[in-house]
């Protein structure tokens, strides 16, 4: 085995772990056969699993979903490709009206499992219409589970947990991430959905973090470290199901809250966490909260400009030092 994978590499692994232990399951999107996916992110499957069970589709992400959902209550676990998060726009009213009611609307009777897999977020300066952090559109409907891993391991883990799940995933890929590396997944991974890790131990302030973002709160805790001021970082993985527990416990260690979300700050995930904090932990709280997020703004394409408007280890710094003075 290799020492490390690329987040890429892990994403077909992942899948391919799947479909070699379930033949129901199969893979559809636009360029995911013989292309190996815009990003890469499917090579080698094709070639493994032949056209049975690798399905290329036209461009209509309204085909894509309607056609995964019509498998998936019929007995399959299709994994669609929707190729930029921006495009869930595109089937929106499948993704927001109609997977994620069918079983509560048949009592149960007809489960509608599969998952909807997509490249996320920006910092590549890809535009505003292919840049967009969307986890928190998901966020707004019951029913959905949703999924943004930040290694490669957890890619593998959270991507076997998601296919197996009898509900409805929606599984966030960051495209900031394809390159990144990390030790690959042990065989028979899986990582639960809605446990959050804390990937760095610290006693004064809390980054609550997700998928591109996490890497950057570790990158901010490591110049905060040189400050003397020690941040411990929590890795959400999921925000449905959503583990506050984890969270309100690193919060009764250090007693301040920052979240980290490239989400634009309007309807972000950051609200939801902070409010349950609010609700849940207000004891535990020495200091305000603050949200170091997106600006409500569409997305520059210059790179410059698109800095200005995501979070930035910088943003997060000033964050941490104006409470850590509090």
Request: hydrophobic share 50%; glycine share 8%; aromatic share 6%.
């Amino acid at each position: 085995m290799a020492d490390v994978i690329t987040y890429r590499e892990a994403v077909a692994d992942g899948i391919a772990r799947e479909m070699r232990r379930d033949a129901a399951v199969v893979c559809l999107g636009e360029d995911i056969g013989a292309a190996g996916g815009v990003f890469k992110t499917t090579a080698g499957l094709i070639e493994e699993f032949g056209p049975a069970r690798v399905w290329d589709t036209p461009i209509s992400e309204q085909a894509i979903v309607g056609a995964a959902m019509g498998a998936a209550m019929t007995g399959m676990r299709p994994v669609a490709e929707i190729m930029f998060s921006d495009f869930l726009a595109c089937c929106w009213d499948y993704l927001a009206n109609e997977i994620p009611k069918v079983r509560y609307m048949t009592g149960g009777q007809v489960t509608v499992p599969l998952v909807v897999r997509t490249a996320n977020g920006g910092g590549l300066g890809f535009g505003a219409q292919h840049s967009q952090a969307t986890e928190n559109w998901a966020l707004t409907v019951p029913g959905l589970k949703i999924a943004a891993p930040a290694t490669p391991a957890d890619v593998v883990g959270m991507m076997a947990a998601a296919i197996r799940s009898d509900d409805p995933v929606v599984f966030f890929e960051h495209k900031g991430l394809l390159a990144s590396k990390g030790a690959p997944a042990p065989p028979d991974h899986v990582v639960e959905l809605g446990r959050a890790a804390v990937v760095r131990e610290g006693a004064d302030v809390t980054l609550v973090a997700l998928a591109a973002m996490v890497p950057l709160a570790l990158r901010a805790a490591a110049l905060l470290a040189e400050e003397s001021v020690e941040a411990e970082v929590v890795d959400l993985r999921c925000l449905v199901p959503l583990d506050m527990r984890t969270v309100l416990a690193s919060l009764a260690r250090t007693s301040r809250l920052v979240t980290v979300e490239e989400n634009p700050y309007q309807g972000g995930w950051g609200a939801t966490v902070v409010s349950i904090v609010a609700d849940e932990g207000f004891g535990l709280l020495d200091a305000p909260v603050r949200r170091v997020a997106g600006e409500c703004v569409p997305l520059p394409f210059a790179d410059a400009l698109e800095e200005r408007v995501i979070p930035t280890v910088d943003k997060v710094v000033t964050a941490v030092r104006s409470l850590a003075a509090y």
